[in-house]
């Protein structure tokens, strides 16, 4: 099955710098790729996705890379806020299985 | 605010015993995921319903069940209660079934003692 790697674990910077947060997926099949952003006792957040045609999407502050051939998918946040501050998922499905894997998770810090 | 809801918000139970959650999908999905967060992890899949059928299953025991209702509102139901299924239980709602964007409820949180 689907096995979903995040990197790193937790990430501190300074407000305004830039955030990366690195996803690597085992299933060559897996071709929809959101991120989700977890603030303390709440839910996921839907905050990007992107699918296996595209190769970067961008929102805003919020951008999402996809290499398909080196089974990498990145998230970069800039000009970062304080706000920013929570727990980061990627996670990778295919279109033959509802099984949404899920990273491990990124605790994002932004230091005023 | 996603619109899904969720409760309890919280529930202490002891081992052996069973639990039901309950979730309210967002107006006009018909598909609801369920997922077990343990601390300091990532949603692990537990199965999806679509239409009251079930549509999908991770690596769970057959002591988790479900139900969803003809209003598309989902239960989970877990049977003799480990010590181990203290977690956050999350469930999301989306439009169809498939790869449709997931919208998150705010979870309930499970302790077995």
């Known amino acids: 099955g689907e096995n979903v790697e995040q990197h790193p674990s937790t990430l501190s910077v300074q407000e305004g710098d830039s955030a990366v947060i690195k996803c690597t997926y085992s299933?060559?099949?897996?071709?929809?790729f959101p991120w989700y952003k977890q603030e303390l006792g709440k839910g996921p957040q839907l905050i990007i996705d992107i699918r296996s045609n595209v190769g970067e999407k961008k929102d805003q502050r919020i951008a999402v890379t996809l290499n398909k051939t080196a089974k990498h998918f990145s998230l970069h946040i800039t000009e970062t806020q304080p706000e920013d501050s929570a727990v980061y998922f990627c996670?990778?499905?295919?279109?033959?299985?509802?099984?949404?894997?899920f990273g491990a998770g990124t605790r994002l810090t932004v230091k005023p | 605010e996603t619109g899904v809801t969720q409760s309890p918000t919280h529930l202490i139970k002891t081992r052996g015993q069973q639990v039901t959650l309950r979730c309210s999908s967002q107006s006009g999905h018909n598909t609801v995921s369920w997922y077990q967060q343990a601390l300091g992890q990532g949603p692990q899949f537990i199965f999806q319903?679509?239409?009251?059928?079930?549509?999908g299953r991770g690596n769970f025991p057959p002591r988790f069940s479900g139900l969803q209702f003809p209003n598309y509102s989902s239960e989970l139901n877990v049977n003799a209660l480990e010590l181990d299924d203290s977690a956050l239980y999350l469930c999301?709602?989306?439009?169809?079934?498939?790869?449709?964007?997931?919208?998150f409820g705010p979870g309930t949180r499970l302790l077995v003692l």
């Open positions: 319903y679509y239409r009251e059928e079930e549509n």
């Open positions: 996670a990778a499905s295919t279109a033959s299985n509802n099984d949404m894997r």
């Open positions: 999301a709602s989306s439009l169809d079934s498939g790869q449709e964007t997931q919208y």
């Open positions: 299933d060559s099949a897996s071709n929809y």
